[in-house]
């Protein structure tokens, strides 16, 4: 996997129209995402939901285009992000299908886990009678406010020009690599599941603050910009985790004591099993 860029700052959507099917947490998260940005305008993005009430609400609080009705969202649409549960992709593929039939040719984008590249193009393919572009994407919440991680691999109908197109509307909601898709499920289990295991972490140090008599906000603040601090020198640095935590360690002080709590607590056998349970779960959602 290598890394691509790391900020989508003024970068554009080149297109007219870019539909977004299922917008709940991780569809809103990326259109505000790529508003925020300046990626896309409200008036270029099309959202669709299951319950109208949502659907208005979208419309109302970020001024998008949005309804319940699949076909006519994605009609005519350069990018449709599908970002509906993994059991309805293939679903409310078939329902647009008439939307993918030539002379129209978007670029499909599913972030759903489990379902594969194979089984978009297959489905796409059966109605439009030729290649679909296809991509599949992995984000994670922070693309809300611009910080997300999302992992990218296209499928085998997608141009060049297709594929800048998805890593443009990514990198505009964060951090953004290329990835092999047979390592789609890892990808889900550690940086779209990751965020709620760290929000644990930040929680739990932010406790061991306010146990120790510090305001319940003062503590909290620490412990989050601690996280993001030390995020940023494991990114920035390039250097080994290890070697950064030795650099805080000072010989007989007061971290040494904390990492042997942590070691003793089975701090890191805990988030090896939390990742690797959770992508083994990624694995499972296809069709539930
Ligand atoms: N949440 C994450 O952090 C995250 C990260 C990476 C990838 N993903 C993937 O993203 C997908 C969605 O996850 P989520 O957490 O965002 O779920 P979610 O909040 O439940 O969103 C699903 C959305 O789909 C809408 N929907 C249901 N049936 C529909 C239909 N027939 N037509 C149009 N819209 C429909 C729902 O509408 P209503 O709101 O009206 O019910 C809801 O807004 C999953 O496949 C998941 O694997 C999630």
């Known amino acids: 996997m290598q890394a691509d860029s790391t900020s989508g700052g003024g970068l554009k959507f080149s297109g007219e129209?870019?539909?977004?099917?299922g917008c709940g947490k991780?569809?809103?998260?990326?259109?505000?995402?790529?508003?925020?940005?300046?990626?896309a305008q409200a008036s270029q993005i099309h959202a669709?939901?299951?319950?109208?009430?949502r659907a208005q609400a979208l419309h109302r609080g970020l001024g998008i285009h949005a309804s319940t009705d699949n076909s006519k969202a994605a009609a005519a649409a350069n990018i449709i992000v599908l970002a509906l549960k993994p059991n309805l992709i293939l679903p409310v593929l078939e329902e647009i299908a008439a939307v993918l039939r030539p002379p129209a040719a978007p670029l499909i984008v599913s972030v759903a886990a489990a379902v594969t590249l194979a089984q978009l193009e297959q489905t796409a393919e059966r109605h439009a009678g030729r290649g679909v572009a296809v991509a599949r994407a992995m984000p994670n919440t922070p693309a809300l406010i611009g910080a997300g991680m999302t992992a990218l691999a296209m499928g085998r109908h997608a141009?060049?020009?297709?594929?800048?197109?998805?890593?443009?509307?990514?990198?505009s909601i964060g951090r953004a690599v290329i990835a092999e898709e047979r390592h789609f499920d890892g990808i889900t289990g550690l940086s779209a599941s990751g965020p709620a295991f760290i929000y644990m972490v930040i929680e739990?140090?932010?406790?061991?603050?306010?146990?120790?008599?510090?305001?319940?906000?003062?503590?909290?603040?620490?412990?989050?910009?601690?996280?993001?601090?030390?995020?940023?020198?494991?990114?920035?640095?390039?250097?080994h985790p290890a070697k950064l935590k030795d650099?805080?360690?000072?010989?007989?002080?007061?971290?040494?004591?904390?990492?042997?709590?942590?070691?003793?607590?089975g701090l890191r056998v805990a988030l090896i099993k939390a990742v690797g349970r959770a992508a083994r779960r990624a694995g499972e959602l296809a069709g539930k």
């Open 26 to 39: 991780i569809g809103e998260a990326m259109v505000r995402g790529m508003l925020s940005s300046g990626f």
């Open 247 to 265: 650099a805080v360690t000072t010989p007989a002080g007061c971290t040494v004591d904390g990492l042997l709590e942590l070691e003793a607590g």
């Open 159 to 171: 141009s060049a020009e297709q594929a800048e197109q998805a890593r443009g509307m990514l990198l």
């Open 48 to 53: 669709t939901t299951r319950r109208e009430p």
């Open 204 to 239: 739990s140090m932010a406790e061991g603050g306010v146990r120790i008599g510090l305001p319940r906000e003062l503590a909290l603040e620490l412990a989050a910009q601690t996280v993001v601090g030390a995020g940023r020198m494991v990114l920035e640095t390039r250097e």
């Open 17 to 21: 129209k870019l539909a977004v099917l």
